[in-house]
């Protein structure tokens, strides 16, 4: 079954705007909640992370929501930039298993 | 410093053919995963090393799919007989420390086609 659920599957946005991803998940022993980007061909790679102890973490003009108490999380790409087009998935971990459940992905287009 | 390596990037077969994918991790990197990702879904998890032992291999196919990490380094992916659904993605990935830094890096993974 899925364990994270990620919305929208596509997104276009225009240059300038604010990109907006959620995600969802079921499982509470989840503790860790990492966003990763992916361009065509390459792997994915670690764009930002947050963990249940705080309800936002930003990083330059990505920023990720957290809401423990309705078990979501998403992601924000403020001021956004042709080169932000890529692929993003959610994530989620729990302690100790040392392995990630990953979204199905968020095609994100930004328009110029 | 190099990241994870991968070959072969491209490998078309017919159905019931095998093949077999191979990783370097980054050096020192203890664990090892190798992810399946279909087309237009999110990576998932086939098998997980922790040095040369399997962690974790709940999610790996045993009756076609098996893997090994023989001196707890480079790692290989075999798929034996193939089936059209195996077409995907086998994206590789290590991690130094994941409890603590939580990342993992993935190599730029190697596309199946299963004809």
């Known amino acids: 079954q899925q364990q994270v659920k990620q919305s929208p599957q596509s997104l276009i946005v225009q240059k300038g705007g604010i990109s907006i991803i959620n995600c969802a998940y079921e499982n509470t022993a989840f503790d860790y909640f990492p966003w990763y980007q992916q361009f065509p061909g390459k792997g994915p790679a670690l764009l930002i992370a947050?963990?249940?102890?705080?309800s936002e973490k930003k990083e330059g003009r990505f920023t990720i929501s957290f809401n423990k108490s309705a078990k979501q999380f998403s992601l924000h790409i403020m001021d956004s930039q042709p080169g932000d087009s890529a692929t993003y998935f959610c994530a989620a971990s729990s302690n100790g298993a040392n392995n990630l459940f990953f979204g199905t992905g968020t095609r994100l287009t930004v328009i110029p | 410093e190099a990241g994870v390596a991968q070959s072969p990037r491209y490998k078309i077969i017919e159905k019931r053919q095998s093949v077999a994918f191979w990783c370097n991790p980054i050096s020192g990197h203890a664990t090892l995963y190798w992810y399946q990702q279909i087309l237009g879904q999110g990576p998932k998890l086939l098998i997980q090393?922790?040095?040369?032992?399997?962690?974790?291999d709940s999610q790996l196919p045993k009756d076609r799919f098996s893997a090994e990490r023989l001196k707890g380094v480079d790692s290989t992916l075999k798929i034996q007989p193939a089936k059209l659904e195996d077409s995907a993605v086998y994206l590789c990935a290590s991690s130094l420390d994941f409890a603590n830094t939580g990342e993992l890096f993935f190599g730029e993974g190697s596309r199946l086609t299963v004809l």
């Open positions: 947050i963990r249940p102890d705080v």
């Open positions: 090393f922790q040095n040369n032992g399997v962690v974790d």
